[in-house]
């Protein structure tokens, strides 16, 4: 049997509960490596601009995942599915806004594709089978979704999850919604690249740190120092 113990811990602004398993592995719902997309997402023939907007969890892990991913040019954390005057974080906190923790994505299609990005983010940003949390976060805030900004970013979204769901690739159905981009509100200074400048932070230690390893390990091709 698994044993748990509650330690409430300082983590910047938020007044998180991690939960460290004191006996036995940690769980996964991943059964093995994620496959690539199936469909066709090839990389441009030139260098552009494009944007992906993700929700996982916190996005401070989420944030420092693709800040390492060959191509992308820029991260910003915010919050997405909400209204303008709730795109705050205490307000985000309440779990009553309608925004989930987001952040945004902007690459270079002809240096990664959205599809990879995708595979990435169902690989070591998330668990997409978690519903309405992620690890020791719990509510609406939390949950996991892929905010489309066109119908081609729709197509692989959905086609991807339909891919990975038949496969059989996690111990239980992917639950990430897949709806479109209304508007993104960056979140405060404070949470941009958070995890960079918070390397001793306890919860980035237990719960992000790992992610970044795995990427590095997963995804040597994709990974920038």
């Known amino acids: 049997m698994t044993v748990f113990r509650t330690y409430r811990l300082p983590c910047g602004a938020r007044g998180c509960v991690l939960f460290l398993a004191l006996a036995s592995l940690a769980c996964s719902s991943l059964r093995g490596q994620v496959p690539e997309y199936a469909g066709a997402d090839p990389l441009a023939a030139t260098s552009g601009k494009e944007t992906a907007v993700l929700a996982g969890g916190c996005f401070w892990g989420v944030d420092a995942v ?109 639950v990430t919604q897949v709806v479109p981009l209304n508007h993104f509100y960056s979140a405060e200074e404070y949470h941009q690249d958070y995890l960079a400048q918070n390397l001793d932070n306890p919860y980035i230690i237990y719960n992000d740190l790992p992610k970044l390893h795995a990427l590095k390990k997963e995804f040597p091709g994709l990974y920038k120092p």
């Open 66 to 174: 693709f800040r390492h991913v060959r191509g992308v040019k820029q991260v910003v954390s915010g919050y997405s599915g909400g209204a303008a005057s709730t795109a705050e974080y205490e307000e985000v906190s309440t779990g009553r806004t309608g925004h989930a923790e987001s952040v945004k994505v902007i690459f270079d299609p002809s240096k990664v594709s959205f599809a990879q990005l995708l595979r990435i983010f169902f690989s070591v940003a998330t668990d997409p089978t978690q519903l309405n949390r992620q690890g020791p976060d719990v509510g609406t805030q939390y949950r996991s979704v892929i905010f489309y900004a066109d119908d081609a970013q729709k197509q692989i979204a959905l086609d991807y999850i339909q891919q990975l769901n038949k496969a059989g690739v996690f111990s239980g159905p992917i």
